[in-house]
């Protein structure tokens, strides 16, 4: 249970037939439409799916999401969008609702049309085995080939009850080849409208998925949702709203952690704190440009405490700090003073690459904007997965 | 005979200690002082050597060229710069001639202060043995862990009389950790002023070192320098400052190929090619991030022609440009129409992974702007290169 712990909620998943095997189709329904919000991936480059979605989403509800893995439906043009609003309308149809209140979400190969006979048989199939005890097979059924499912559940007390915010989300490999990357689904049963609810998926997401890389790739898919059924306790302005947006973030940031440690040949995962920054812009990039440097992660793979990348890294991210004013840590050992080598103890430095997360800390002295980003270290596995296709 | 080709210029290296073995010390001088230029790394966290190079170079004049590998001397701060100061310094006391007339360089370890004793044994040494056949051993020296010198020699006719353009450069293997990257040196016997030749050293930069990439890490110590003797033929403007600056882009692409062949373990190298954009740099962004795209460089290294990646890297790339206009061919083979997918032969596509160099071309509808890089592939050899230090 995670995505039907709150009340409200029914999932579902078949083997449709469009991977070679297992469970690839997964149907997320409330048992009446409540306020939904999404956000989408920034590629220029959308899928089919994630047109329809952002289309169905502008008003503010949603009665359910079907997604299904082995087939991204990206860069298949007209004919891809009208497969993506078929495979809403085919949902539309099994729970007697409107074809608008259906998200749709696909990952996997991209440049190859959905098969839509095989979603014709499986998405009422779906519809049928409806269960709050379809939690578990909805998660499996989204991967590609993550290594195993994940999910989260969180509940936060209300002044007027408890409510809950389940999830479940697929990624952060593009393990095999063409493949599309995040999903992220959040259900919850607390009562709010659709314009709080986005408010709360944004900042969560920005302080959690997208927080995270593993190779710098943006995909033409990538989605986080949340619906909303209501059922449990109403959010009211203030403490309540503040509680349940602390809970959207831990349940987010679970999730973006069980992502980033199911990376992509992932052996270390990193987390590279930013501080004394100049603007919110100017930490967001120093910190991202360090957690996606190959060097970086190299030297993360190998264990290495090799600061000089770190400073090389920021230095390349297009911000203009003052180099003199920067200090940098790893774990806890202060390794460089003013942009310059400091005097430290080198086995103490490598021990702290062994930490979990290995810990990278870069403090400015250009302000007080802060940021931070979970990494992996960049591994042979990394190179293997990617390297070598015929999914 | 590369550097020392064009008439005027002499050069030598030593085994100064500051390596555990080997030549690590390198001089360039001309017979007098000519006119200069150079680029230097954007890094804002910029070396000593760089510092002190920038500023010597103020005048546009410039009399040799001191390199040193094993130490970056980047990250050390006002002694850093001091020691950059005196190892020009030292050179100018061997050829009786000012400091600020000595650019020097440094690659190496970052983080790590220049052992001076070494250099001020050396400096002296490398003084005494400079002659014309010294260009060999000053390739070989400036080396970190490249697998091979890289040396270039080109000739122009002008009117008066032929010119020639000699290089030699190291890197784009940061391959032992802390490592500096790209240094580049070019000599010519050609007479023209400094502000022509600082001219035509950044277009051939921009034409051929600018475009390369193995793993989108700049370095704190990147430069590229041009000395003139002027003995051979005088530039006049016109055809002949047409062809001197043909003949520095050609020296500077053949050295830049050079470079990114023996990128941290390349086993194939891409040419990146981006037509059709609204403006040049767009089509710079796009074709950079293609060329620095994980998926994209692990695809080529699998020999997979997974055109979905280049479409999801455009995508990615910060530019508004319109998806339903991109055009996408691998070799000769147009497997992507109007941002979707194209029917093609699979093995023809797969045959097209295999040529040298792999050529990858997306063509846009929103403009005449063109751009390419060069770049490898993401390998095995690069995660060992980078994970396993103690240099």
């Excluded at 579902?12 to 997964?26: F, H, Q, T, W, Y």
Aim: aromatic content about 4%.
């Amino acid at each position: 249970m995670s995505i039907t712990a709150p009340r409200g909620f029914r999932a579902a998943a078949v083997a449709s037939g469009i991977k070679p095997e297992g469970l690839d189709l997964a149907l997320v329904a409330a048992d009446r439409g409540g306020p939904a919000a999404a956000v989408f991936t920034t590629n220029r480059a959308q899928a089919g799916p994630v047109l329809v979605s952002r289309e169905h989403l502008a008003s503010g509800r949603a009665r359910a999401a079907v997604v299904n893995a082995g087939c991204a439906n990206a860069a298949t043009g007209e004919v891809g969008l009208a497969d993506a609003r078929e495979m809403a309308t085919l949902v539309a149809q099994g729970l007697s609702c409107r074809s608008e209140e259906i998200v749709v979400a696909s990952t996997g190969v991209i440049g190859v049309r959905l098969p839509m006979e095989k979603l014709r048989a499986g998405v009422p199939r779906a519809v049928r085995q409806l269960s709050v005890d379809g939690a578990g097979d909805a998660a499996r059924a989204i991967l590609t080939t993550d290594t195993r499912p994940k999910e989260v559940l969180v509940e936060v007390a209300l002044s007027s009850g408890t409510v809950r915010i389940g999830g479940m989300a697929k990624g952060a490999g593009m393990i095999a080849p063409r493949m599309a990357t995040m999903l992220a689904f959040f259900t919850t049963d607390a009562g709010l409208e659709a314009a709080a609810l986005e408010r709360a998926l944004r900042e969560a997401v920005g302080a959690s998925l997208n927080r995270i890389t593993v190779d710098g790739d943006t995909s033409t898919n990538d989605m986080a949702l949340i619906l909303s059924s209501g059922v449990a306790a109403r959010v009211l302005p203030g403490s309540d709203e503040t509680a349940f947006r602390e809970g959207l973030v831990i349940a987010a940031r679970r999730i973006a952690e069980m992502i980033v440690r199911d990376g992509e040949g992932a052996t270390r995962v990193a987390e590279v704190r930013v501080e004394g920054a100049a603007s919110d812009a100017d930490a967001d990039a120093i910190a991202r440009t360090i957690a996606e440097s190959p060097l970086v992660k190299t030297a993360l793979h190998g264990g290495d405490p090799n600061w000089g990348r770190i400073l090389a890294a920021a230095g390349r991210a297009g911000v203009a700090f003052d180099v003199k004013g920067m200090d940098i840590w790893i774990g806890d050992v202060w390794v460089a003073e003013g942009g310059a080598a400091r005097a430290y103890n080198e086995a103490v430095a490598a021990a702290a690459m062994g930490e979990d997360p290995v810990r990278l800390r870069v403090r400015l002295r250009d302000g007080g904007a802060t940021s931070w980003m979970w990494t992996t270290d960049l591994s042979h596995g990394y190179v293997d997965v990617n390297a070598h296709y015929r999914s």
